[in-house]
C-alpha cells in the first residue's frame, strides 16, 4: 500500500527531470509495473486536474497522450502513465536525419488539429487565444525584461507605444480561433514511445490559431536548427494540413510570424521571471538564442513600426 506523502518525505522515489511548473516528477512501481508520480501543491486545479482532462480528450481523439491511475487534489498529487525517458528533442540531437522525426511530429500535430471543438471539448479547453490574450502573455516581456533594461524614466512610454503597436499586429491575425492548441508543442515534451508521438504537458492548452503550435515546433528555442530544415518544415506542415492552409500561404505565413514574435516576447519574459522569482537560472542560457528568432521573424514588413519601437527603447547590445 502507497503512502504518498510520507514516501516523498522519506526520498523514496527517483525524481524524473521535470519542467518550469511547480510540478515535481517521480518514477514509481506498483506491482512491478512503473507509473509518473507528479506531486504539485500550486496551481493543482490546471497542473493535475486539468492536464488529466485534456489528456482524456487527446485519448479519446485516438492520440497518445497519459493514461490516468490516479488524481488525489487533496494529497496534491496525481499517477499517470510512464512513457519512458526517450524524448524527440534527444533523438533530433543524436540524429542527423533530424526531418524524419519532425515529418513524424507534424503527421501527429496535423491529428491534434483535426480534433473537433465540440461543446465538451470547449467545456474542457475553456479558453480561446484571442487579442487580449496574447496581450497578457506578450507583457511578461516589459514585466520581466524591459524594466531591468530599458531607462526607468522611459519604461511607461515603451509600454505604451510597444503595446498599441502589438494590439494593432495582433488584431490582423486571419485565421480563427478554431483549432487545439496545445501551447507548448516542442521537441522536449514530445516522447518517443510504441514508436509514437507520446504528447505531454498539454495542461494549458487553449482554442486558438492554427499557426501557432507549428510555431513552438518550428522556432523552438530550446534546440537550434537550420533555416533550410526550419523551412523543409514548414513546407511539408502545409502539404499534410488538411485545412488548404497553402492555397492562403502569404496570410498564414503573416500569422505564422505574428505568433512566433509573440511568442518569443513571452518566453523572454517568463526565462526572466524563473530566474528573478523562482532562482532558476539555466533557462537564461537560451535567451540569446531567443533574440536571434525574434530578429529573424521580424524581417517581415508587418513588423516595421515594431522595429522602430524595440530600436530605440533596446539597442541590439542590450538585447542578450
Known sequence: ?????????????????GDASFRNFYRIKIKNKKYILIYCRKQKKINLEQYSKINLLLRKSNLLAPRLYELNLKANYMIIE?????????????????????????DTLVKIQSIKISPEAKKIINKVYNVKVLMNESNLFFQWFAVRHVNKNKIKAFKKKANSVLS???STINF????????????????????????????????GNPAYDIVSLIDDVRIKTSSQLKQKIFKYYLFKSNNNFKKKISLFKNDFDILSVQRALKIIGIFNRLYFRDGKKNYLSLVPYIWSLLHHRLKNPIFSELNTVLNHYIPLEKRK
Open 82 to 106: 510512464d512513457f519512458g525517458d526517450k524524448t524527440f528533442f534527444q533523438l533530433i540531437k543524436k540524429n542527423t536525419n533530424k526531418l524524419k522525426y519532425y515529418k513524424k511530429i507534424v
Open 168 to 170: 494593432a499586429i495582433f
Open 176 to 207: 480563427p480561433n478554431a483549432y487545439f492548441v496545445h501551447r507548448d508543442f516542442h521537441v522536449s515534451n514530445l516522447m518517443f514511445c510504441q514508436n509514437k508521438v507520446g504528447i505531454i504537458d498539454s495542461q494549458d492548452a487553449l482554442i
Open 1 to 17: 500500500m502507497l503512502n504518498i506523502t510520507e514516501d516523498l518525505k522519506n526520498n523514496k522515489y527517483p525524481k524524473v527531470a
